[in-house]
């Protein structure tokens, strides 16, 4: 294979500053709509050897050399002796940046491999666990913020998760209390899709570490989820976006929640209410669309 040449090199290295750019535009503008990082605080960057924990701590490093504001970054990894985990790779990485990490060793995976049948899904109880400790550990360190590496694409496809399976309409949010109530959790990344991630692990060269320490569980209602956004991604443009940009665009009265909004103390008010009796507020129908419409109207 022929070494790219001079043309290909320059554009090879303004397509990578341009989507450095934007992941740090939309990492950037993600703190700041939920205050998730204030001067002082001390930032806890939770890696687990992936792309996206990778791309959470190179775009904070980032951020923080340009932040008006000072704060502390630490990295953390727990080891939680999985079978062929290569337990120096990311000690090695770390090292390398010559930044604060820490590296937690405890065998999670023997309890869960003793507590979960063969052939069940393990990930929601060693998730519980891996919380457990990572709060201990955040106290520890004295962190007043824990960072997760999930992005656009986590949130959505918890979303699909909660409203399929669970009756909930219920994502990941971008900043919260943590369930033990003595920390907060921020997930940066909030804005930024899982492709722009893949893609930026590639440039950086990041060491990742295989996600099937496992096993493979293929068959995880999570990648179902995300089988169907690609999906729609490929087929009907527009529309994953759409999707997250109505979970910022919320109207509690046009719900069913009755703790959301106060049902019974709705009465006629004697003037236009702005979010009154319309259930569809975008009516730019295609034309095909309206045609039909029109058929089904006239047919009433």
Known sequence: MNAPDHKQLEKQRFEANKLEKRLCRLAGQAIADFNMIEAGDRVMVCLSGGKDSYGLLDVLLKLRQRAP???????????QKHPGYPAQVLPDYLKSLGIE?????????????RLVPEGKTMCSLCSRLRRGVLYRLAGELGATRIALGHHRDDILETFFLN???????????PKLGSDDGKHVVIRPLAYVKEKDLARYAEVRGFPIIPCDLCGSQDQLQRKQVKQLLRQWEREFPGRVENVFNSLQRVTPSHLLDRKLFDFPAVAAAGAVVEDGDKAFDAE??????????????SSE
Do not use: C, H
């Not at 409203?163 to 994502?171: D, H, I, M, Q, V």
């Open 163 to 173: 409203l399929f399976f669970g009756g909930k309409l219920k994502a990941m949010p």
């Open 101 to 113: 990490f820490r590296i937690v060793e405890q065998d999670t995976y023997s309890v869960v491999k």
């Open 69 to 79: 504001i000072d704060f502390d970054i630490v990295a953390v990894n727990l080891d």
């Open 284 to 297: 730019d129908f295609s034309s095909a669309s309206t045609s039909l419409i029109r058929v089904l109207s």
